[in-house]
C-alpha cells in the first residue's frame, strides 16, 4: 500500500512535505520491489541542491543500476546517513527508515505536478 | 514472434513459493524467491535448490557416439569411464565457442550432453548436422520430458544421504544412478555455484515430488539470479557474457578443457590461435569503491586507453566487493595489475585477481 501522507512521481520516487518547508525524498515500494537486493546509493551532499524531473543519483541493485530523480526542487538539508552503510535498509522500510534526502522545498506548486496515493496506485497496478 | 513462455514441470512450485518469474530463452524461470542475497548466501552457508529443467538434455547412443562427441567437444571423451562427466566446451570450426557444457559417460556407447538453456537449438542442430559425418548415433532431446534440480551448499551431500538412505553419494564428477521414494534419479555430483552439491535429473513427473522433500529437509529455493552471482564468485564464465562464438577457449582461459592430443571441431583454428598468442584474455578483477562493473563497460589501462571490455559484473555478498569479469590486453591480464574500469563516465579503479574469486577450499578451512 502507497501511504496517502505523500505524494509520488512516474518515476517512483515519493515526497513527504513535513512543515517548516522541508520534504523528505524516497523511492516506493515498488520501485524497491523492481529493484530487488540494493546495494549502493550514489547520494548527492547536503548543501547541494536538486532539481525537479532531474537526476540526482543512482541506485545500483544486484540485478541493475537506475537513476533517481527529483520529485521537487530544493537545497540538500540531510542525506539518511544510514544508507552508506546499510542501503538494504530500503528493501527493508522504503516509506521510513529507507528515506534518501531531506530538501529545503523551493516552491510549493511543483507538488501539482506529483500524484496521489490513488493514482499513482494506478499507475504502477496496470 | 512472442511464442508463450514454455515452462518446467515445477513451474507451479515457483508460484506457489511466491517467485519472480522472467522469461529467460524462451522459459519463464524464477529470477528469485525471497531476494538474490539471501538465496546466493544461503548456499554458501548452508544449502540452496536450483530448478535447473530449462537446460538441455540431449541423450547420444550408437557405436559412433564417443566419436561424434569426441570430435564436438574440446574435452577428452574416450578415457572417460562410465559413471563420470567432464566439463568441456563446443567450438567451431573458427575456434568460437558454441557453448559450454557438461557430458556424462551413462555406458560404453551412451552419453548425455546437458547444454545452456539459450544454447538447446544450436547445440541440437550442431550435434545433428556432425552426426551425418559420423554415422550409427541416435540422438534423443529428452528437454522436456524429465526435469533438472541443482541442490548445492555445503548440506547438499547431507540432504543426499538422508533421501538415499545410505552413503553412496557420489563423488565430484561422478553420477548414480538411484531410487528416491520410488522414483529413478541420476544423481551427478556436479554444480555452477563453486559449492559441494548435486544435480537430479528424474522423469518431469517426479520432479514436484523431490523438490518438496528437498524444500522440507530446509534447502533454500535459489533463482537464476542467485546462480549468477554465485557462478561469478566462483569464476565460472558464462556462454552469452563471458565466452560466445566471437572467443575462444584460449583467450577465455579455459585451455585446461582442451585436449591439444587430439582432433576435433576448431583444432586447427585454436593451435594457431595458441601458436600466434592470444590478442586478449580473460581476467577476473575486483573494484575498489561501491559502483558496480557491468557487462559492457570498458576497461581501461592507468592511463586512461581503452583495452577492453567487461563482459560480468556484480556484488558479490561472500566477498562484499565488486567483482567482474573482461578481455582486456594480455599485458594487462596478470594479477595485482591496476586497471580502470568506466562506470557510466567515473573512472573507477580495479586490480586484476587470481579466478576463482571465491573457493570453498581457501575460505572454509
Given at each position: ?91 527493508e522500510d522504503p516509506w521510513e527508515k529507507g528515506w534518501l534526502l531531506v530538501v529545503r522545498l523551493q516552491d ?19 | ?256 578443457f582442451v585436449r591439444w592430443d587430439k582432433d576435433f571441431c576448431g583444432a586447427e583454428a585454436l593451435r594457431r ?22 557487462p559492457g563497460y570498458d576497461i581501461q589501462n592507468i592511463d586512461g586507453r581503452r583495452v577492453g571490455t567487461a ?55
Amino acid at each position: 500500500m502507497n501511504p496517502d501522507d505523500r505524494r509520488y512521481t512516474k518515476e517512483h520516487e515519493w515526497v513527504k512535505v513535513e512543515g517548516d518547508g522541508k520534504a523528505r525524498i524516497g523511492i516506493t515500494a515498488y520501485a524497491v520491489e523492481e529493484l530487488g537486493d540494493v546495494v549502493y546509493f550514489e547520494l548527492p551532499n547536503a548543501g547541494e541542491s536538486v532539481s525537479q524531473a532531474q537526476k540526482f543519483g543512482e541506485v545500483e541493485s544486484v540485478k541493475a543500476v537506475s537513476d533517481l530523480f527529483a520529485p521537487v526542487s530544493g537545497e540538500i538539508l540531510e542525506v539518511n546517513p544510514e544508507l552508506s552503510n546499510r542501503p538494504e535498509a530500503v528493501n527493508e522500510d522504503p516509506w521510513e527508515k529507507g528515506w534518501l534526502l531531506v530538501v529545503r522545498l523551493q516552491d510549493d506548486a511543483e507538488l501539482g505536478g506529483t500524484m496521489s496515493a490513488q493514482e499513482y496506485s494506478d499507475l504502477t497496478s496496470t | 514472434m512472442n511464442a508463450p513462455l514454455k515452462r518446467t514441470p515445477l513451474f507451479a512450485s515457483h508460484e506457489a513459493l511466491g517467485a519472480r518469474l522472467v522469461p529467460f530463452a524462451g522459459w519463464g524461470m524464477p529470477i528469485q524467491y525471497q531476494g538474490i542475497l539471501a538465496e546466493a548466501r544461503a548456499v554458501r552457508s548452508a544449502s540452496g535448490i536450483f530448478d535447473v529443467s530449462h537446460m538441455g538434455r540431449f541423450f547420444l547412443q550408437g557405436s559412433a557416439a564417443t566419436a561424434l562427441l569426441e570430435w564436438v567437444v574440446t574435452n577428452g571423451v574416450s578415457d572417460l569411464e562410465p559413471g563420470r562427466a567432464r566439463y568441456t566446451l563446443l567450438c567451431n570450426e573458427a575456434g568460437g565457442i558454441l557453448d559450454d557444457a557438461i557430458f556424462y559417460r551413462l555406458e560404453e556407447n551412451q552419453y548425455l550432453l546437458v547444454a545452456n538453456a539459450a544454447n538447446t537449438q544450436t547445440i541440437w542442430n550442431w550435434l545433428q548436422h556432425w552426426t551425418r559425418r559420423f554415422g550409427e548415433v541416435e540422438m534423443a532431446d529428452r528437454t522436456n520430458e524429465t526435469a533438472m534440480i541443482a541442490c548445492q551448499g555445503p548440506d547438499a551431500s547431507g540432504f543426499l544421504e538422508t533421501l538415499l538412505g545410505a552413503d553412496v553419494a557420489p563423488r565430484p564428477f561422478r553420477f548414480a544412478q538411484v531410487d528416491i521414494g520410488g522414483a529413478p534419479v541420476m544423481v551427478a555430483r556436479t554444480g555452477y555455484t563453486g559449492e559441494d552439491g548435486f544435480e537430479a535429473i528424474l522423469d518431469a513427473e517426479q520432479a514436484v515430488g523431490l523438490w518438496a522433500r528437498l524444500l522440507g529437509l530446509g534447502a533454500v529455493p535459489c533463482g537464476l539470479g542467485a546462480r549468477d552471482v554465485l557462478r561469478l564468485e566462483a569464476g565460472l564464465p558464462l556462454h552469452g557474457n563471458d565466452i560466445d562464438t566471437e572467443t575462444n577457449p584460449v583467450e577465455a582461459g579455459l585451455e585446461r578443457f582442451v585436449r591439444w592430443d587430439k582432433d576435433f571441431c576448431g583444432a586447427e583454428a585454436l593451435r594457431r590461435a595458441k601458436e600466434e598468442g592470444p590478442r586478449r584474455l580473460l581476467a577476473g578483477f575486483r573494484v575498489d569503491g561501491r559502483n558496480i562493473p557491468r557487462p559492457g563497460y570498458d576497461i581501461q589501462n592507468i592511463d586512461g586507453r581503452r583495452v577492453g571490455t567487461a563482459t560480468s559484473g556484480g556484488y558479490s555478498p561472500s566477498l562484499d566487493t565488486n567483482i567482474g569479469l573482461g578481455y582486456v590486453d594480455p599485458a594487462l591480464a596478470t594479477p595485482d595489475t591496476t586497471l580502470v574500469i568506466d562506470i557510466r563516465g567515473r573512472s573507477i579503479e580495479a586490480q586484476v585477481v587470481a579466478l576463482p574469486f571465491y573457493s570453498r577450499r581457501r575460505m572454509k578451512p
